[in-house]
Each structure stands twice: as structure tokens, then as C-alpha cells.
């Protein structure tokens, strides 16, 4: 599953949020959205799984305008794992892991012997096994993270979206969870605020500022000390982890530069 957007803007009240937005995914691609605070991540992932409408320009999945899919074909095409997930009501969890097979379900279709089963996978594979019958909202954030990141898997969806996946997750869970969607065969984009994990589990990275996409590429091409000092303000020593093979960014605090330390 290959995800396109061509020329995507967007405002809100007419502040103009994204500019000119051209992306490609491809399939089977693992890759990160990377920027400050405010630069539009959750926006630009808002347009593609159709919270918002883009203003101009139009977004493709395997070559298809989205807002051609029904919601139910949507589903069916694409896990979303979005940043804000309020609920209203008190739900099992078991539910909550439920609801990610709603695309695959006729009108009142009960859950299958098949649907308990990966249900019960799913929960596993994100360390929630015995947590079937605990209500969602009793659950801490890390755990609710995990049972939403359950129903993405039990979606079995050909492309995931992510906003930030590893938000509220202890170290040990966010290597585990980025694993476990690095292990899916299937095609990711997802924001990541930690440039250490993009330049771990992403093929390609996309990086934004101010509403605009100002570097792609491999994360050794687009985590430079040059990028993270203009887009993020701070100084980074960058090397090769020995055991990873990848980028191992160190930040720096402004007094290294000055050489007094507040
Ligand atoms: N509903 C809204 N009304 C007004 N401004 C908004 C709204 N939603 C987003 N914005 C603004 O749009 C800009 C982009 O926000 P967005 O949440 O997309 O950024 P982000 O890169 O995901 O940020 P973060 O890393 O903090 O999650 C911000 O300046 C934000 O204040």
C-alpha cells in the first residue's frame, strides 16, 4: 500500500497551517515525520486519514483520492493511531481491541472464534495479556497506549498511520512497540518525536518546519547537526552507534557553546 500527497494546504481560521505539501510513502516504507513543536505533524496526519479536509490538493492511497473511500473501505485500508483518543465511555479493553475489526464485520456480526483469537495475539504482542476484562480509563496512560496500539494491529490494515506512537511509553516499551511495527509487513508513517528512534526503525524520514516539508531522505541524510540546529535551535554531536549501525545523536546544552553553565 503506497500513500501520495500531491500539493496538500491546509488553514485553519485562515492561518495557513500547511503549505504545499508533496509526500511519498511507498510500499512496504517505514517512515517518520520529524519536526518542532507546532509544525504541523498531527495536522498533515489529520488530512491524510480524513479528520480534516484539505483546503487545496489531494491525497492518495495506492493511487486512490481517500475522500473516495467510504469510512468502512477507509477502515479497512488504513490503522490510525492518533494522538488525541478521548472516550467518552468506560469500554473493556477487550473491546476497545474489538472495535479495530469493525471493517472486516457485516451489520451486527458478533466476533468470531478467529476475531477472540487475534484479539488475544494482539494483546500479547503489546504485553496486555490478562488485561481483557480491566476498563480502559482504569488503565494508566502507557497501558492505553498499548491496548489502542492492540486495535491498529487487529485492524490488519496494509498501512498504519501514527501520530506519535510512542507518547506516555517508559524506554523499555517504546523500543518494544517500535519493534512490533517495525516486524508488521506492512507500510508505516508515523511522527516520532525522538530522533534517536527515527534514525533507528525509519527507512526514510520527512522533516517539517512551519508548515512546510524542508528535508527528506534517509535519517543518516536528514539528521545533521545542520538540520537539528536550524529547525530545532539546538547543537547536537552525531555518531554512529557501534552496535546499531545508525545515527546516535547527543544533544547539547546551550552553556557547551558559551562555555558557562547557567
Ligand atoms: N484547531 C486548531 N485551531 C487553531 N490552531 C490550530 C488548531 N489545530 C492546530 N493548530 C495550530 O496548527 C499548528 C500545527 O499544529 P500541529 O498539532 O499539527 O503540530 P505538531 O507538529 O503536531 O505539534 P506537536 O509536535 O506539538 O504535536 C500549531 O501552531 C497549532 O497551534
Same mark, same amino acid.
Given at each position: ?8 494546504? %491546509?488553514? *485553519?481560521?485562515?492561518?495557513? =497551517? ?20 507546532? $509544525? ?18 489531494? /491525497? ?5 483520492? /481517500? ?9 479497512? !485500508? ?18 476497545? /481491541?474489538?472495535?479495530?475489526? %469493525? ?15 487475534? $484479539?488475544?495475539?494482539?494483546l500479547?504482542?503489546?504485553?496486555l495479556s490478562g488485561y481483557e476484562?480491566r ?16 486495535? /491498529?494491529?487487529?485492524? !490488519?490494515?496494509?498501512? =498504519? ?18 519493534? =512490533? ?20 526503525? $525509519?527507512?526514510? =524520514? ?13 535519517? +543518516? ?8 540546529? +536550524?529547525?530545532?535551535? *539546538? ?28
Amino acid at each position: 500500500m503506497s500513500l501520495q500527497v500531491k500539493n496538500l494546504d %491546509y488553514q *485553519i481560521d485562515g492561518k495557513s =497551517i500547511l503549505e504545499q505539501i508533496c509526500l511519498e510513502v511507498k510500499d512496504g516504507e517505514f517512515v517518520g515525520l520529524v519536526g518542532p513543536n507546532g $509544525c504541523g505533524k498531527s495536522t498533515l496526519l489529520k488530512n491524510i486519514y480524513r479528520t480534516y479536509k484539505p483546503g487545496r490538493g489531494t /491525497v492518495f492511497l495506492n493511487e486512490k483520492d /481517500v475522500l473516495d473511500f467510504s469510512f468502512k473501505k477507509m477502515a479497512g !485500508e488504513m490503522a490510525v493511531m492518533a494522538q488525541e483518543n478521548h472516550v467518552e465511555f468506560d469500554f473493556e479493553v477487550r473491546d476497545m /481491541v474489538m472495535f479495530g475489526r %469493525y471493517a472486516k464485520k457485516k451489520f451486527l456480526q458478533g466476533d468470531s472464534a478467529e476475531d477472540k483469537k487475534l $484479539c488475544e495475539k494482539c494483546l500479547k504482542e503489546v504485553g496486555l495479556s490478562g488485561y481483557e476484562h480491566r476498563s480502559y480509563l482504569s488503565l494508566s496512560g502507557g497501558e492505553k497506549q498499548r491496548v489502542l496500539l492492540a486495535r /491498529v494491529l487487529m485492524q !490488519e490494515s496494509a498501512f =498504519i498511520v501514527l501520530d506519535e506512537p510512542t507518547n506516555h511509553l517508559d524506554v523499555s516499551y517504546q523500543y518494544q512497540i517500535m519493534d =512490533i511495527l517495525k516486524g508488521q509487513d506492512v507500510t508505516v508513517f508515523s511522527s516520532i518525536h525522538d530522533l534517536n528512534l527515527a534514525a533507528l526503525y $525509519c527507512d526514510r =524520514i520527512i522533516f517539517m518546519y512551519q508548515g512546510k516539508i524542508v528535508d527528506y531522505g534517509t535519517p +543518516e541524510e536528514v539528521l545533521t547537526k545542520e538540520n537539528i540546529r +536550524e529547525y530545532f535551535g *539546538i547543537e547536537a554531536q552525531i555518531t554512529t552507534n557501534t552496535a546499531t549501525g545508525k545515527r546516535q545523536i547527543y544533544y547539547l546544552p546551550g552553556w557547551i557553546k558559551s562555555g558557562k553553565r547557567a
